[in-house]
């Protein structure tokens, strides 16, 4: 799909004009209306995004405000200026996402049914041209359907227009991501009177930061009792799917998402095994110090440790090497067929345990629940929508209380202390490890050439570059790994690229995933399976991008790192 508006919807507003106009030309009043006066300063500049047959416009003018408008649809900007001439000079062209830039800032948008007419793809793009419309503290508000019964399979209604699946709490999570602060919400009836419809009304405020206290998360930390390591880990698991794996999650209708037991289990396998391969024991519960019952899947982890160091002939058990050989041959699809099995049966044990255990008890049970028959582990969004804000800041403080936990459990055994127990929680793959896998495939890459310049490159002259930090990201797979010019990658450093850098060098980018899938396909797909939900064979390359520059523009706004423009 290309980046623009959905053709079949604009096509048909364009052949249908006359008859779409005089539909809301007939209507008293539109449902939103009855929200501007609340909404907005009185007098303040508005702009109404997707302004149809004018109504809306023409209401915020006659209530004072300094209104214009933009509407994608020729025919219908044109008839509209035919009949109401006093539009000719604040009614535009314009679409989102790209056709709205503007020097002028906007003290409101007004934007009513038209994100379920934006391909699921434009949304992102879409909604940061929104904010970035607005003044400080500038009002945004926006008209998505609630309920809909006349949607096909194919999202689309018997016009063939567009409806994107979006739910209220999808917006306001990503809104949330990009400093939008929801202030009210409101559910309204069809203004056309359509049986199984209705609308969700939301008011944003752009914020100066994203975020808020995670108080029930807090909670669990602060009040639960812990006789193990698992709530700890759990949470862990959470910030980092929030982080990195939110295609992993599905929103359900009752208001919660969920998320792969299986992926879960996966995560605690990586956290885990440097924990079960330490030297000595680090206990992982109340009573392994003193020879008691162990966690449920440490006898399996370590079993697995020990058949890997034999097969790999690697003797030292507690080394980031077996570790990262090991994760390597996973991604590869290269372990033996015993390991692969050992290896599957322990993620079954895992998953286990994160069900019997701290889904179960946290916070006696209200906190998480598990759908048995969809094998995920359900979490409120609300309670998601706040993993996803601050999971990068609270992870390192979760691994700070993870060591403490295990000192204060194995306070009988002297080696153990807080030092030593951070160093396994902090353990991961060795980054040169598949860094010089990339480098070995770049090797190979006839007309090799800087991603960000498009200069030539020498192998002397090239460093693999994560292209969004490692620092803040953590990902090291290859899709993050390109060909860059020295020079140019140490000015770049760990600054994040903007979203012009991205789009100018894309053709590049691209072009050398393809040249990595080409060369190492099991590992590629491995890794953008964990970072999409899947791996289209004939559709990876564009959802991937979306997604790194996404990261991107979070990693700019949210995180407050700093932007990287290539310099002509």
């Not at 895992?350 to 008890?361: Q, T």
């Not at 490692?470 to 390109?482: A, E, F, H, V």
Request: net charge neutral; aromatic share 10%.
């Amino acid at each position: 799909m290309d980046d623009s508006a959905d053709s079949k919807t604009l096509s048909y507003y364009n052949n249908h004009v006359e008859e779409v106009y005089a539909r809301y030309e007939a209507l008293e009043g539109s449902g939103i209306a009855r929200y501007f006066p609340t909404s907005f300063t009185s007098g303040s500049r508005i702009l109404d995004v997707g302004a149809g047959s004018g109504r809306d416009l023409r209401e915020l003018l006659k209530l004072g405000f300094d209104a214009y408008g933009v509407e994608p649809a020729d025919k219908m900007r044109e008839m509209v200026i035919a009949n109401h001439p006093q539009l000719k000079h604040r009614l535009f062209a314009g679409s989102l996402p790209n056709e709205l830039t503007s020097y002028v800032k906007y003290d409101g948008i007004v934007c009513s049914a038209v994100l379920m007419h934006l391909p699921s793809n434009l949304l992102f793009d879409s909604m940061v041209t929104l904010r970035d419309l607005l003044v400080e503290k500038g009002r945004l508000l926006i008209s998505i359907p609630a309920s809909r019964t006349d949607i096909s399979a194919e999202h689309r209604d018997a016009h063939d227009r567009l409806f994107s699946p979006i739910t209220p709490n999808q917006l306001k999570l990503l809104c949330k991501r990009l400093a939008l602060e929801c202030i009210e919400e409101h559910i309204d009836t069809d203004s056309l009177g359509r049986a199984g419809t209705s609308w969700c009304t939301l008011l944003f405020v752009k914020q100066s930061a994203a975020g808020k206290p995670l108080d029930r998360i807090e909670s669990v930390l602060r009040n639960d009792r812990k006789t193990a390591s698992y709530k700890l880990a759990l949470l862990r698991a959470f910030c980092d799917v929030a982080d990195q794996d939110d295609h992993a999650v599905t929103w359900n209708p009752d208001g919660t998402i969920g998320i792969p037991i299986l992926r879960l289990a996966e995560l605690w396998f990586t956290y885990y095994w440097p924990l079960i391969a330490a030297p000595e024991l680090i206990p992982q519960n109340t009573s392994e110090a003193t020879g008691g019952k162990p966690i449920a899947f440490r006898q399996g982890l370590r079993d697995l440790i020990e058949q890997s160091g034999h097969f790999f002939a690697i003797s030292n058990l507690a080394s980031t090497e077996l570790f990262s050989v090991f994760m390597l041959a996973w991604k590869n699809d290269s372990l033996p067929s015993e390991l692969s099995k050992n290896l599957s049966a322990l993620l079954k044990k895992i998953s286990r345990a994160i069900v019997d255990g701290p889904v179960k008890y946290a916070n006696s049970g209200e906190m998480f629940s598990y759908d048995k028959h969809q094998q995920r582990v359900t979490v409120e969004s609300d309670l998601w929508l706040e993993f996803c804000l601050t999971g990068y800041w609270v992870r390192d403080s979760l691994i700070l209380r993870w060591a403490e936990l295990c000192e204060r459990f194995g306070k009988s055994l002297p080696h153990v202390s807080m030092g030593t127990v951070m160093q396994s929680l902090a353990q991961t793959p060795e980054i040169e490890r598949e860094q010089q896998i990339a480098r070995g495939l770049y090797q190979q890459k006839p007309h090799l050439e800087c991603v960000w310049s498009g200069r030539a490159l020498t192998m002397k002259q090239m460093d693999v570059d994560h292209a969004l930090p490692y620092s803040l990201w953590r990902n090291n797979d290859l899709w993050n790994l390109l060909p860059a010019y020295r020079p140019l990658n140490n000015k770049k450093r760990d600054n994040v690229p903007n979203s012009f850098t991205l789009l100018k060098s894309r053709d590049r980018i691209i072009d050398n995933w393809r040249f990595a899938h080409h060369i190492k396909p099991q590992i590629f797909e491995f890794e953008v399976t964990r970072t999409l939900g899947e791996f289209a064979p004939n559709y990876w390359e564009k959802p991937l991008f979306d997604y790194m520059k996404r990261k991107a523009e979070v990693a700019i706004f949210q995180r407050g790192a700093s932007a990287w423009t290539l310099e002509n």
